[in-house]
Protein backbone atom coordinates (compact mmCIF):
# COMPACT_ATOMS: atom_id res chain seq x y z
CA UNK A 1 0.00 0.00 0.00
CA UNK A 2 1.35 3.41 -0.47
CA UNK A 3 -1.57 5.03 1.58
CA UNK A 4 -2.12 4.95 5.49
CA UNK A 5 -5.48 6.50 6.72
CA UNK A 6 -6.18 6.19 10.13
CA UNK A 7 -9.44 5.69 11.53
CA UNK A 8 -10.01 6.38 15.68
CA UNK A 9 -12.55 5.09 17.51
CA UNK A 10 -15.11 8.12 17.27
CA UNK A 11 -14.84 7.88 13.77
CA UNK A 12 -16.88 5.24 12.67
CA UNK A 13 -18.40 7.55 9.61
CA UNK A 14 -19.52 4.76 6.79
CA UNK A 15 -20.91 7.68 4.71
CA UNK A 16 -17.06 9.02 4.78
CA UNK A 17 -16.02 10.45 1.00
CA UNK A 18 -12.84 8.10 1.94
CA UNK A 19 -14.72 4.69 1.48
CA UNK A 20 -16.98 5.50 -1.71
CA UNK A 21 -13.81 3.91 -3.94
CA UNK A 22 -12.06 0.56 -3.40
CA UNK A 23 -7.97 1.13 -3.92
CA UNK A 24 -5.63 -1.44 -2.81
CA UNK A 25 -2.96 1.48 -2.84
CA UNK A 26 -4.47 2.38 0.61
CA UNK A 27 -4.69 0.57 3.78
CA UNK A 28 -6.79 1.53 6.72
CA UNK A 29 -5.76 1.30 10.30
CA UNK A 30 -7.77 1.15 13.02
CA UNK A 31 -6.35 -0.16 16.66
CA UNK A 32 -7.68 -1.13 20.26
CA UNK A 33 -5.30 1.55 21.37
CA UNK A 34 -3.42 1.02 25.59
CA UNK A 35 -3.19 5.53 25.22
CA UNK A 36 -7.27 5.50 24.31
CA UNK A 37 -8.40 3.14 27.05
CA UNK A 38 -6.64 4.43 29.84
CA UNK A 39 -6.18 8.55 29.19
CA UNK A 40 -8.88 8.94 31.99
CA UNK A 41 -10.48 5.66 33.87
CA UNK A 42 -13.63 4.79 31.79
CA UNK A 43 -16.65 3.12 32.15
CA UNK A 44 -15.84 -0.28 31.31
CA UNK A 45 -19.20 -0.84 29.00
CA UNK A 46 -17.79 2.25 27.24
CA UNK A 47 -14.11 0.49 26.37
CA UNK A 48 -16.55 -2.44 25.39
CA UNK A 49 -18.83 -0.52 23.48
CA UNK A 50 -16.03 1.58 21.69
CA UNK A 51 -14.06 -1.47 21.15
CA UNK A 52 -17.21 -3.62 19.30
CA UNK A 53 -17.84 -0.83 17.13
CA UNK A 54 -14.42 -0.56 16.19
CA UNK A 55 -14.19 -4.21 15.27
CA UNK A 56 -17.65 -4.36 13.90
CA UNK A 57 -16.52 -1.08 11.35
CA UNK A 58 -13.37 -2.74 10.35
CA UNK A 59 -15.53 -6.08 9.37
CA UNK A 60 -17.74 -3.68 7.57
CA UNK A 61 -14.73 -2.13 5.35
CA UNK A 62 -13.19 -5.08 4.81
CA UNK A 63 -16.74 -7.36 3.54
CA UNK A 64 -16.60 -4.17 0.70
CA UNK A 65 -13.27 -4.80 -0.57
CA UNK A 66 -11.18 -1.85 1.14
CA UNK A 67 -7.88 -3.58 3.15
CA UNK A 68 -7.70 -2.79 6.73
CA UNK A 69 -5.27 -3.58 9.40
CA UNK A 70 -7.29 -4.27 12.83
CA UNK A 71 -5.09 -4.24 15.45
CA UNK A 72 -6.66 -5.87 19.04
CA UNK A 73 -4.61 -4.48 22.02
CA UNK A 74 -2.55 -7.99 22.65
CA UNK A 75 -0.90 -6.50 18.84
CA UNK A 76 -0.61 -2.83 19.53
CA UNK A 77 0.52 -3.09 23.47
CA UNK A 78 4.18 -3.24 21.68
CA UNK A 79 3.82 0.86 20.24
CA UNK A 80 4.28 2.55 23.55
CA UNK A 81 1.64 4.83 21.39
CA UNK A 82 -0.36 6.51 18.47
CA UNK A 83 2.99 7.88 16.96
CA UNK A 84 4.77 5.29 17.48
CA UNK A 85 2.17 2.63 15.57
CA UNK A 86 1.73 5.10 12.88
CA UNK A 87 6.03 5.15 12.36
CA UNK A 88 5.94 0.94 12.34
CA UNK A 89 3.06 0.79 10.13
CA UNK A 90 3.93 3.64 7.52
CA UNK A 91 7.51 1.67 7.36
CA UNK A 92 6.05 -1.76 7.09
CA UNK A 93 3.64 -1.27 4.23
CA UNK A 94 6.04 1.32 2.83
CA UNK A 95 3.87 4.21 2.65
CA UNK A 96 4.32 7.86 0.95
CA UNK A 97 1.30 9.46 2.85
CA UNK A 98 -0.42 9.15 5.87
CA UNK A 99 -3.66 10.90 6.47
CA UNK A 100 -6.00 11.50 9.76
CA UNK A 101 -8.68 13.06 10.08
CA UNK A 102 -9.39 15.79 12.05
CA UNK A 103 -10.06 14.76 15.82
CA UNK A 104 -12.56 15.76 17.76
CA UNK A 105 -10.16 16.26 20.94
CA UNK A 106 -7.36 18.69 21.52
CA UNK A 107 -5.71 15.75 23.53
CA UNK A 108 -5.61 14.01 19.91
CA UNK A 109 -4.99 16.57 17.82
CA UNK A 110 -1.98 17.91 19.01
CA UNK A 111 -0.75 14.54 18.79
CA UNK A 112 -1.64 13.63 15.27
CA UNK A 113 -0.40 17.42 14.47
CA UNK A 114 3.04 16.88 15.51
CA UNK A 115 3.91 13.69 14.39
CA UNK A 116 8.05 13.64 14.02
CA UNK A 117 9.07 13.46 10.79
CA UNK A 118 9.75 10.94 8.68
CA UNK A 119 11.67 11.04 5.31
CA UNK A 120 9.49 10.63 2.20
CA UNK A 121 6.58 10.45 4.27
CA UNK A 122 3.74 12.93 3.90
CA UNK A 123 1.23 13.69 6.28
CA UNK A 124 -2.29 14.92 5.70
CA UNK A 125 -5.78 16.11 7.47
CA UNK A 126 -8.89 15.47 6.32
CA UNK A 127 -12.29 16.23 7.36
CA UNK A 128 -14.35 14.15 9.79
CA UNK A 129 -17.56 15.07 6.91
CA UNK A 130 -19.67 14.92 10.28
CA UNK A 131 -20.17 17.97 12.12
CA UNK A 132 -22.97 20.45 10.24
CA UNK A 133 -20.74 23.89 10.80
CA UNK A 134 -17.49 23.69 9.52
CA UNK A 135 -14.41 23.78 11.07
CA UNK A 136 -13.09 26.63 9.77
CA UNK A 137 -16.23 28.94 10.16
CA UNK A 138 -16.36 28.46 13.98
CA UNK A 139 -14.27 31.66 14.60
CA UNK A 140 -17.54 33.66 12.41
CA UNK A 141 -19.76 33.01 15.17
CA UNK A 142 -17.32 31.88 18.53
CA UNK A 143 -14.63 34.00 20.55
CA UNK A 144 -12.18 33.09 22.88
CA UNK A 145 -13.21 33.30 26.57
CA UNK A 146 -16.31 35.18 25.40
CA UNK A 147 -19.69 34.56 26.43
CA UNK A 148 -21.49 33.58 23.27
CA UNK A 149 -25.40 33.13 22.82
CA UNK A 150 -26.44 29.84 22.40
CA UNK A 151 -29.93 31.10 21.57
CA UNK A 152 -28.08 33.00 18.71
CA UNK A 153 -26.57 30.63 17.79
CA UNK A 154 -29.23 28.27 17.02
CA UNK A 155 -31.40 30.63 15.73
CA UNK A 156 -28.75 31.29 12.70
CA UNK A 157 -28.63 27.66 12.45
CA UNK A 158 -32.19 26.72 11.80
CA UNK A 159 -31.69 29.96 9.07
CA UNK A 160 -28.59 28.46 7.67
CA UNK A 161 -30.24 24.74 7.32
CA UNK A 162 -33.99 25.75 6.45
CA UNK A 163 -34.94 23.39 9.66
CA UNK A 164 -38.86 24.36 10.92
CA UNK A 165 -38.79 27.30 9.38
CA UNK A 166 -41.65 28.71 7.04
CA UNK A 167 -39.74 31.35 4.95
CA UNK A 168 -37.94 33.72 7.16
CA UNK A 169 -40.16 32.71 10.53
CA UNK A 170 -39.97 30.27 12.75
CA UNK A 171 -42.63 27.43 12.63
CA UNK A 172 -44.80 27.84 15.00
CA UNK A 173 -44.67 31.47 15.75
CA UNK A 174 -41.49 30.71 18.55
CA UNK A 175 -37.83 29.97 18.02
CA UNK A 176 -37.99 28.47 21.33
CA UNK A 177 -40.50 26.46 23.60
CA UNK A 178 -38.96 25.23 26.52
CA UNK A 179 -41.13 27.05 28.70
CA UNK A 180 -43.69 23.96 27.63
CA UNK A 181 -41.00 21.26 28.27
CA UNK A 182 -41.04 21.24 32.15
CA UNK A 183 -43.70 18.43 32.60
CA UNK A 184 -43.07 16.22 35.77
CA UNK A 185 -44.20 12.78 35.81
CA UNK A 186 -48.04 11.57 37.33
CA UNK A 187 -48.78 8.42 38.02
CA UNK A 188 -50.67 7.62 34.87
CA UNK A 189 -47.68 8.58 33.12
CA UNK A 190 -45.23 6.32 34.53
CA UNK A 191 -47.15 3.02 33.33
CA UNK A 192 -46.32 4.76 29.81
CA UNK A 193 -42.91 5.01 29.61
CA UNK A 194 -41.16 2.98 26.51
CA UNK A 195 -39.05 0.49 27.09
CA UNK A 196 -35.44 1.10 26.17
CA UNK A 197 -34.47 -0.51 22.62
CA UNK A 198 -31.31 -2.25 24.21
CA UNK A 199 -29.01 -4.37 21.34
CA UNK A 200 -27.48 -7.93 21.92
CA UNK A 201 -23.72 -7.88 21.08
CA UNK A 202 -21.27 -9.88 23.00
CA UNK A 203 -18.57 -8.16 25.08
CA UNK A 204 -16.53 -11.02 26.52
CA UNK A 205 -13.75 -10.87 24.12
CA UNK A 206 -13.38 -7.07 25.12
CA UNK A 207 -13.72 -7.23 28.12
CA UNK A 208 -10.80 -10.62 28.65
CA UNK A 209 -8.50 -8.04 26.53
CA UNK A 210 -9.11 -5.30 29.24
CA UNK A 211 -8.81 -7.15 32.32
CA UNK A 212 -5.32 -8.95 30.88
CA UNK A 213 -4.22 -5.74 30.05
CA UNK A 214 -5.20 -4.45 33.45
CA UNK A 215 -6.66 -1.49 32.08
CA UNK A 216 -8.04 0.18 34.73
CA UNK A 217 -12.03 0.99 34.59
CA UNK A 218 -14.87 2.46 36.49
CA UNK A 219 -18.85 0.79 36.57
CA UNK A 220 -20.30 -2.92 36.16
CA UNK A 221 -19.14 -4.81 33.90
CA UNK A 222 -21.50 -6.79 31.22
CA UNK A 223 -20.88 -9.48 28.56
CA UNK A 224 -23.18 -7.82 26.46
CA UNK A 225 -23.01 -4.14 24.68
CA UNK A 226 -26.47 -2.52 24.83
CA UNK A 227 -25.71 0.29 22.54
CA UNK A 228 -25.72 0.10 18.80
CA UNK A 229 -22.58 -1.03 17.47
CA UNK A 230 -23.07 -0.14 13.68
CA UNK A 231 -25.11 1.71 11.58
CA UNK A 232 -28.07 -1.00 11.15
CA UNK A 233 -28.26 -0.77 14.65
CA UNK A 234 -28.20 3.56 15.37
CA UNK A 235 -30.59 3.71 12.62
CA UNK A 236 -32.97 0.82 14.40
CA UNK A 237 -32.02 3.14 17.56
CA UNK A 238 -33.14 6.33 15.83
CA UNK A 239 -36.67 4.76 14.23
CA UNK A 240 -37.65 3.74 17.71
CA UNK A 241 -36.79 6.92 19.73
CA UNK A 242 -39.01 8.65 16.75
CA UNK A 243 -41.75 6.18 16.81
CA UNK A 244 -41.85 5.90 20.80
CA UNK A 245 -40.00 8.85 22.85
CA UNK A 246 -40.60 11.46 20.80
CA UNK A 247 -43.87 11.96 21.27
CA UNK A 248 -43.51 13.09 24.79
CA UNK A 249 -39.63 13.86 24.57
CA UNK A 250 -40.10 17.62 25.04
CA UNK A 251 -42.89 17.31 27.73
CA UNK A 252 -40.85 15.25 29.89
CA UNK A 253 -37.20 16.84 29.25
CA UNK A 254 -36.36 17.76 32.55
CA UNK A 255 -38.22 15.47 34.45
CA UNK A 256 -36.94 12.26 36.82
CA UNK A 257 -38.61 9.80 38.56
CA UNK A 258 -37.49 6.84 40.14
CA UNK A 259 -40.53 5.04 40.13
CA UNK A 260 -40.34 3.14 36.70
CA UNK A 261 -38.31 0.16 35.71
CA UNK A 262 -36.92 2.86 32.86
CA UNK A 263 -36.45 5.82 34.90
CA UNK A 264 -33.05 5.53 33.88
CA UNK A 265 -33.69 6.19 30.32
CA UNK A 266 -37.54 7.97 29.99
CA UNK A 267 -38.13 9.58 26.56
CA UNK A 268 -34.57 10.46 25.58
CA UNK A 269 -32.85 9.30 22.78
CA UNK A 270 -29.95 7.65 24.06
CA UNK A 271 -28.17 8.48 20.61
CA UNK A 272 -25.47 10.36 22.03
CA UNK A 273 -23.50 7.17 21.28
CA UNK A 274 -24.08 6.67 17.69
CA UNK A 275 -23.53 10.36 17.10
CA UNK A 276 -20.30 10.77 18.77
CA UNK A 277 -19.37 7.78 17.20
CA UNK A 278 -19.92 9.43 13.76
CA UNK A 279 -22.27 5.93 13.02
CA UNK A 280 -25.27 8.56 12.16
CA UNK A 281 -24.80 11.97 11.31
CA UNK A 282 -26.30 14.87 12.98
CA UNK A 283 -28.62 15.83 9.93
CA UNK A 284 -29.89 12.51 8.79
CA UNK A 285 -30.96 11.98 13.36
CA UNK A 286 -32.95 15.90 12.32
CA UNK A 287 -34.23 14.55 9.42
CA UNK A 288 -35.52 11.72 10.52
CA UNK A 289 -37.27 13.29 13.69
CA UNK A 290 -38.79 15.72 11.41
CA UNK A 291 -40.37 13.06 8.97
CA UNK A 292 -41.73 12.03 12.12
CA UNK A 293 -43.11 14.97 13.22
CA UNK A 294 -45.06 15.69 9.46
CA UNK A 295 -46.48 12.14 9.18
CA UNK A 296 -47.60 12.12 12.80
CA UNK A 297 -50.85 14.37 11.90
CA UNK A 298 -50.50 16.43 15.40
CA UNK A 299 -49.36 13.68 17.69
CA UNK A 300 -45.98 14.87 17.64
CA UNK A 301 -46.16 18.89 18.82
CA UNK A 302 -43.89 21.34 18.01
CA UNK A 303 -42.75 21.79 21.04
CA UNK A 304 -41.44 18.00 21.22
CA UNK A 305 -40.00 18.51 17.73
CA UNK A 306 -38.54 21.38 18.27
CA UNK A 307 -37.46 20.91 22.06
CA UNK A 308 -35.14 17.44 19.87
CA UNK A 309 -34.08 19.83 17.33
CA UNK A 310 -32.58 22.50 19.13
CA UNK A 311 -30.03 19.96 21.02
CA UNK A 312 -28.52 18.59 18.35
CA UNK A 313 -28.66 21.32 15.47
CA UNK A 314 -28.18 23.93 18.64
CA UNK A 315 -26.53 22.66 21.57
CA UNK A 316 -24.19 20.14 20.39
CA UNK A 317 -22.68 22.28 17.47
CA UNK A 318 -22.21 24.81 19.89
CA UNK A 319 -20.71 22.78 22.50
CA UNK A 320 -18.02 21.72 19.74
CA UNK A 321 -17.72 25.98 18.86
CA UNK A 322 -17.22 26.81 22.12
CA UNK A 323 -14.65 24.16 22.85
CA UNK A 324 -12.53 24.63 20.10
CA UNK A 325 -12.28 28.18 20.29
CA UNK A 326 -11.28 28.17 24.16
CA UNK A 327 -8.57 25.11 24.29
CA UNK A 328 -6.15 24.25 25.88
CA UNK A 329 -7.22 27.06 28.06
CA UNK A 330 -10.86 26.11 28.64
CA UNK A 331 -9.27 22.88 30.76
CA UNK A 332 -7.67 25.05 32.82
CA UNK A 333 -10.89 27.03 34.05
CA UNK A 334 -11.96 27.55 37.88
CA UNK A 335 -13.51 30.93 38.14
CA UNK A 336 -15.08 29.96 41.22
CA UNK A 337 -11.67 28.75 42.68
CA UNK A 338 -13.57 25.58 43.75
CA UNK A 339 -11.07 22.79 45.32
CA UNK A 340 -12.51 20.19 47.12
CA UNK A 341 -12.15 16.45 46.47
CA UNK A 342 -14.87 14.36 44.72
CA UNK A 343 -16.68 12.36 47.34
CA UNK A 344 -16.14 8.46 47.50
CA UNK A 345 -20.05 7.79 46.29
CA UNK A 346 -19.48 9.39 43.65
CA UNK A 347 -17.65 6.07 42.58
CA UNK A 348 -19.75 3.49 44.18
CA UNK A 349 -23.16 5.62 44.97
CA UNK A 350 -22.81 5.14 48.75
CA UNK A 351 -25.22 8.35 50.10
CA UNK A 352 -28.01 8.65 51.61
CA UNK A 353 -29.48 11.35 49.43
CA UNK A 354 -31.99 9.27 46.79
CA UNK A 355 -31.30 11.81 44.10
CA UNK A 356 -27.04 11.26 44.32
CA UNK A 357 -27.86 7.70 45.08
CA UNK A 358 -30.01 7.55 41.59
CA UNK A 359 -28.45 9.00 39.27
CA UNK A 360 -25.05 7.49 40.64
CA UNK A 361 -26.02 4.07 40.46
CA UNK A 362 -27.61 4.15 37.31
CA UNK A 363 -24.80 5.89 35.71
CA UNK A 364 -22.40 3.13 37.59
CA UNK A 365 -24.88 0.21 35.93
CA UNK A 366 -25.80 1.73 32.38
CA UNK A 367 -22.89 4.28 31.71
CA UNK A 368 -25.94 6.70 31.18
CA UNK A 369 -27.86 9.52 32.69
CA UNK A 370 -29.79 11.81 31.29
CA UNK A 371 -29.31 16.07 30.80
CA UNK A 372 -31.26 16.94 33.99
CA UNK A 373 -29.44 14.03 35.83
CA UNK A 374 -25.89 15.21 34.79
CA UNK A 375 -27.00 18.95 34.87
CA UNK A 376 -29.02 19.63 38.05
CA UNK A 377 -28.27 15.95 40.58
CA UNK A 378 -24.49 15.32 40.11
CA UNK A 379 -23.45 18.97 38.40
CA UNK A 380 -25.56 20.75 40.94
CA UNK A 381 -23.94 18.77 43.73
CA UNK A 382 -20.88 19.81 42.64
CA UNK A 383 -21.22 22.79 41.96
CA UNK A 384 -22.46 23.77 45.66
CA UNK A 385 -20.05 21.88 47.38
CA UNK A 386 -16.93 23.54 45.37
CA UNK A 387 -15.36 20.07 43.71
CA UNK A 388 -12.48 20.89 42.21
CA UNK A 389 -13.69 21.30 38.26
CA UNK A 390 -10.51 18.43 37.29
CA UNK A 391 -11.65 16.02 39.38
CA UNK A 392 -15.28 16.50 37.91
CA UNK A 393 -14.28 16.67 34.71
CA UNK A 394 -12.74 13.01 35.00
CA UNK A 395 -15.99 11.64 36.50
CA UNK A 396 -17.59 12.83 33.80
CA UNK A 397 -15.42 11.90 30.99
CA UNK A 398 -14.95 8.75 32.49
CA UNK A 399 -18.29 7.41 32.98
CA UNK A 400 -20.70 8.11 30.36
CA UNK A 401 -20.64 6.42 27.10
CA UNK A 402 -20.71 9.69 25.20
CA UNK A 403 -18.28 11.24 26.62
CA UNK A 404 -16.04 12.82 24.77
CA UNK A 405 -13.72 16.13 25.86
CA UNK A 406 -15.19 18.03 23.14
CA UNK A 407 -18.66 17.83 24.24
CA UNK A 408 -17.95 16.69 27.90
CA UNK A 409 -15.73 19.59 29.15
CA UNK A 410 -18.16 22.39 28.04
CA UNK A 411 -20.62 21.02 29.55
CA UNK A 412 -19.16 19.88 32.96
CA UNK A 413 -16.73 23.02 33.41
CA UNK A 414 -19.44 25.66 31.87
CA UNK A 415 -22.71 24.30 32.40
CA UNK A 416 -22.60 22.62 35.48
CA UNK A 417 -19.73 24.39 37.83
CA UNK A 418 -19.64 27.66 35.87
CA UNK A 419 -16.08 27.53 35.90
CA UNK A 420 -15.77 29.89 33.33
CA UNK A 421 -17.04 32.74 34.98
CA UNK A 422 -20.04 32.89 31.97
CA UNK A 423 -19.04 31.80 28.59
CA UNK A 424 -21.88 29.51 28.23
CA UNK A 425 -24.11 30.25 31.00
CA UNK A 426 -25.04 33.65 32.31
CA UNK A 427 -25.24 32.23 35.84
CA UNK A 428 -24.43 29.44 37.66
CA UNK A 429 -27.40 26.78 37.57
CA UNK A 430 -27.12 26.22 41.31
CA UNK A 431 -30.37 24.85 43.03
CA UNK A 432 -31.97 23.96 46.49
CA UNK A 433 -33.50 20.66 46.96
CA UNK A 434 -36.39 22.65 46.11
CA UNK A 435 -36.02 22.36 42.82
CA UNK A 436 -34.68 18.20 42.64
CA UNK A 437 -38.19 18.13 44.76
CA UNK A 438 -40.31 19.79 41.61
CA UNK A 439 -39.22 17.96 38.76
CA UNK A 440 -38.91 14.26 40.79
CA UNK A 441 -40.51 12.22 43.30
CA UNK A 442 -36.90 11.66 44.51
CA UNK A 443 -37.25 13.78 47.89
CA UNK A 444 -39.90 11.24 48.77
CA UNK A 445 -38.16 8.37 48.64
CA UNK A 446 -35.34 10.42 50.74
CA UNK A 447 -33.94 10.06 53.96
CA UNK A 448 -33.30 13.57 54.01
CA UNK A 449 -36.14 16.31 54.66
CA UNK A 450 -36.55 18.60 51.07
CA UNK A 451 -38.40 21.38 53.43
CA UNK A 452 -35.75 21.47 55.72
CA UNK A 453 -32.57 23.65 56.17
CA UNK A 454 -30.44 23.24 59.63
CA UNK A 455 -31.93 20.08 61.80
CA UNK A 456 -30.04 16.74 61.62
CA UNK A 457 -32.64 15.49 58.52
CA UNK A 458 -32.14 18.44 56.78
CA UNK A 459 -31.73 18.13 52.92
CA UNK A 460 -28.13 18.95 52.45
CA UNK A 461 -28.69 20.71 49.14
CA UNK A 462 -30.28 23.58 51.04
CA UNK A 463 -27.62 24.84 53.57
CA UNK A 464 -25.14 24.22 50.84
CA UNK A 465 -27.23 26.44 48.23
CA UNK A 466 -27.34 29.40 50.67
CA UNK A 467 -24.01 28.42 51.54
CA UNK A 468 -22.61 28.56 47.47
CA UNK A 469 -24.40 32.35 47.21
CA UNK A 470 -22.73 33.36 50.55
CA UNK A 471 -19.21 32.32 49.42
CA UNK A 472 -19.23 33.18 45.94
CA UNK A 473 -20.86 36.69 47.03
CA UNK A 474 -19.13 39.44 45.79
CA UNK A 475 -19.14 37.40 42.01
CA UNK A 476 -22.56 36.43 41.81
CA UNK A 477 -23.81 39.99 43.55
CA UNK A 478 -22.32 42.14 40.21
CA UNK A 479 -24.76 39.46 38.10
CA UNK A 480 -28.10 41.07 37.56
CA UNK A 481 -29.77 37.77 36.95
CA UNK A 482 -28.84 36.46 40.36
CA UNK A 483 -30.03 39.70 42.32
CA UNK A 484 -33.02 37.38 43.49
CA UNK A 485 -31.48 35.01 45.44
CA UNK A 486 -28.73 37.22 46.35
CA UNK A 487 -32.07 39.93 47.76
CA UNK A 488 -33.37 36.70 50.00
CA UNK A 489 -29.50 35.77 50.81
CA UNK A 490 -29.15 39.42 52.35
CA UNK A 491 -32.87 39.73 54.08
CA UNK A 492 -31.91 36.73 56.37
CA UNK A 493 -30.93 38.28 60.13
CA UNK A 494 -27.06 37.50 60.70
CA UNK A 495 -27.48 34.84 63.11
CA UNK A 496 -29.45 32.93 60.64
CA UNK A 497 -27.06 33.14 58.29
CA UNK A 498 -24.47 31.69 61.25
CA UNK A 499 -26.48 28.90 61.51
CA UNK A 500 -26.52 27.81 57.96
CA UNK A 501 -22.68 28.42 57.38
CA UNK A 502 -22.07 26.12 60.52
CA UNK A 503 -24.43 23.75 58.97
CA UNK A 504 -23.16 23.96 55.28
CA UNK A 505 -19.52 24.05 57.04
CA UNK A 506 -20.09 20.89 59.02
CA UNK A 507 -21.63 18.71 55.58
CA UNK A 508 -18.41 20.19 53.64
CA UNK A 509 -16.23 18.45 55.93
CA UNK A 510 -18.00 15.42 56.22
CA UNK A 511 -18.73 14.83 52.58
CA UNK A 512 -18.38 11.39 52.38
CA UNK A 513 -20.79 10.66 54.87
CA UNK A 514 -23.94 12.77 53.19
P1 LIG B 1 -31.24 13.38 24.32
O1 LIG B 1 -31.80 13.94 25.54
O2 LIG B 1 -32.06 12.33 23.62
O3 LIG B 1 -30.80 14.49 23.33
C1 LIG B 1 -30.54 14.23 21.95
C2 LIG B 1 -29.12 14.58 21.54
O4 LIG B 1 -28.88 15.97 21.66
C3 LIG B 1 -28.02 13.91 22.34
O5 LIG B 1 -27.77 12.60 21.87
C4 LIG B 1 -26.86 14.85 22.11
O6 LIG B 1 -26.18 14.51 20.94
C5 LIG B 1 -27.51 16.20 21.92
N1 LIG B 1 -27.38 17.00 23.15
C6 LIG B 1 -28.32 17.19 24.09
N2 LIG B 1 -27.87 18.05 25.04
C7 LIG B 1 -26.62 18.37 24.69
C8 LIG B 1 -25.64 19.21 25.28
N3 LIG B 1 -25.85 19.89 26.40
N4 LIG B 1 -24.45 19.29 24.66
C9 LIG B 1 -24.21 18.63 23.51
N5 LIG B 1 -25.10 17.83 22.92
C10 LIG B 1 -26.30 17.71 23.50
N6 LIG B 1 -23.10 14.84 26.00
C11 LIG B 1 -22.26 14.03 25.31
O7 LIG B 1 -22.56 13.65 24.18
N7 LIG B 1 -21.07 13.63 25.85
C12 LIG B 1 -20.69 14.01 27.10
O8 LIG B 1 -19.62 13.64 27.55
C13 LIG B 1 -21.57 14.85 27.85
N8 LIG B 1 -21.24 15.24 29.11
C14 LIG B 1 -22.10 16.04 29.81
C15 LIG B 1 -21.72 16.46 31.08
C16 LIG B 1 -22.55 17.30 31.82
C17 LIG B 1 -22.12 17.79 33.17
C18 LIG B 1 -23.78 17.70 31.27
C19 LIG B 1 -24.68 18.62 32.03
C20 LIG B 1 -24.16 17.29 30.01
C21 LIG B 1 -23.33 16.45 29.24
N9 LIG B 1 -23.68 16.04 27.94
C22 LIG B 1 -22.80 15.25 27.25
C23 LIG B 1 -24.88 16.55 27.27
C24 LIG B 1 -26.14 15.69 27.40
O9 LIG B 1 -26.42 15.47 28.76
C25 LIG B 1 -26.02 14.36 26.66
O10 LIG B 1 -25.70 14.62 25.30
C26 LIG B 1 -27.30 13.55 26.69
O11 LIG B 1 -27.71 13.32 27.99
C27 LIG B 1 -27.10 12.24 25.93
O12 LIG B 1 -28.22 11.42 26.05
P2 LIG B 1 -29.28 11.25 24.89
O13 LIG B 1 -28.61 10.83 23.63
O14 LIG B 1 -30.36 10.36 25.41
O15 LIG B 1 -29.81 12.71 24.74
Excluded at 209 to 225: L, P
Excluded at 259 to 277: D, E, G, Q, V
Excluded at 361 to 380: C, D, F, K, P
Amino acid sequence: AKHLRLILGDQLNAMHSWFKQIDDDVIYVIAELHQEASYTKHHIKKITSFFAAMADFAQMLESKGHRVCYLTLDESIQYQDLPHLIKSLVTHYQCESFTFQRPDEYRLWSQLGNLPAQDGLTVYEADTEHFLLPFDQLPQHFQVATHVRMENFYRFMRKEFSILMEGSKPVGGAWNFDSNNRQTFKKADLKVIPKPLIFTNPAEAYLQRIKHHKIKTIGYESTNVDYPINRQQSLQLLDYFCQYQLPNFGNFQDAMTVASPYAWSLYHSRLSFSLNCKMLNPMEVIQSALTAYQASEGKITISQIEGFIRQILGWREYVRGMYWMNMPNYAQQNALSANRDLPTFFWNADTKMQCLKSAISQSLEHAYAHHIQRLMITGNFALLAGIDPNQVDDWYLGIYIDAIEWVELPNTRSMALFADGGWIATKPYAASGNYVNKMSDYCKNCRYNVKEKLGEDACPLNSLYWNFIDQNYEQLASNHRMSFPIRNWDKLDPSQKIEIREKASTLLENLDNL
